[in-house]
C-alpha cells in the first residue's frame, strides 16, 4: 500500500504541524496527482504546483488551496478530492517542478471527468436551467460520484449536447401549451422564463423567434405539479403519457 505523509492543515495555535498519512490508493487519479506532488516539496506542505495542458503539454502554476482547519473533522481524503476539483477541464497535475514529473502522471492526464460547474457551462446552461432539467430527468446520468459529487466524462456531455433535436420557434411552443390569441407567443415566452427552460436559438432576421428543444420543453413541462395524470403533459387535449 502506497502512502505519503501530507501536513495539509493550517497550524494549530500552538504551532503544531499536523501530518497524516494518506493512502493513495484511495484517491482518484486526480486527487493522488494532488498527493503525489505535494509529497515531492521537503515539507510535504501546500504548496504551488505545476498543471501541465493534456493536449498542448503548456505548464501552469496553481496554488488555489482552500483553508483547511487544524479542528476540521474532514478527512484528508475528502480534502484533496474536493481540491482537485478546481482543476480545470483538459489540465492536470504535472508536479512541483519541471524537471520533477509526479509518478502517475499518465493516470492523472486521463482523468478528465466533468464536475457540476464545467458540464454546465460546457452545456451553456443556467443554474436555474441544470435545476430544472434535472428534475426532468432530461439531463445524462453521471459517469461516477466522487464524495457524493456527480461527475460526467467529456464524451457524456458531448453526446448530449449534439443530440439529434427538433428546435421548436416559440409559436410552435405555444401552439402545444395551447395557448392562443394574440398575446399567445408572450404568454408562452413567461411561462417558458418561470420554467427556465434553455433557449436554443433564434430564427434569422430583425423578428426572427426564438428557438427552444422540443424535447427539453416537453420534458420541463412533464415534470411540473398538475401536468396530467402521473404528470404526463396534454397533446390534443389527450394525456401522452401512461
Not at 500500500?1 to 498519512?21: H, K, Q
Not at 483538459?90 to 482523468?111: C, N
Given at each position: ?21 494518506i493512502d493513495l490508493a484511495a484517491l482518484t487519479p486526480r ?212
Open positions: 500500500m502506497a502512502t505519503v505523509s501530507l501536513s495539509l492543515r493550517a497550524s494549530a495555535p500552538n504551532g503544531d504541524e499536523v501530518y497524516e498519512d486527487a493522488r496527482a494532488l498527493a503525489e506532488a505535494l509529497a515531492q516539496s521537503s515539507l510535504g506542505k501546500r504548496v504551488r504546483v505545476l498543471m501541465q495542458h493534456a493536449d498542448t503539454g503548456e505548464l501552469l502554476g496553481w496554488s488555489g488551496w482552500s483553508h483547511y482547519p487544524h479542528d476540521s473533522t474532514m478527512p484528508a481524503i475528502t480534502y484533496l478530492e474536493r481540491e482537485s476539483r478546481k482543476i480545470a477541464p483538459g489540465w492536470h497535475v504535472y508536479g512541483t517542478s519541471v524537471d520533477r514529473p509526479i509518478p502517475s502522471l499518465a493516470e492523472a492526464a486521463q482523468d478528465q471527468y466533468l464536475t457540476r460547474a464545467t458540464a454546465m457551462k460546457d452545456l451553456d446552461l443556467t443554474p436555474d436551467e441544470w435545476d430544472a432539467l434535472r428534475r426532468a430527468k432530461h439531463l445524462p446520468k453521471p459517469d461516477r460520484y466522487i464524495e457524493g459529487q456527480p461527475e460526467w466524462t467529456p464524451q457524456t456531455i458531448e453526446a448530449y449536447r449534439t443530440r439529434p433535436v427538433e428546435a421548436w420557434p416559440l409559436s410552435r411552443v405555444a401552439d402545444w401549451l395551447g395557448y392562443t390569441g394574440p398575446s399567445a407567443n408572450s404568454t408562452a415566452r413567461r411561462q417558458l422564463g418561470r420554467w427556465s427552460v434553455p433557449k436554443l436559438g433564434r430564427l434569422p432576421g430583425r423578428g426572427g423567434e426564438t428557438l427552444y428543444a422540443e424535447d427539453q420543453v416537453k420534458a420541463i413541462k412533464g415534470s411540473q405539479p398538475g401536468s396530467g395524470r402521473r404528470k404526463a403533459p396534454r397533446e390534443g387535449g389527450k394525456f401522452t403519457g401512461a
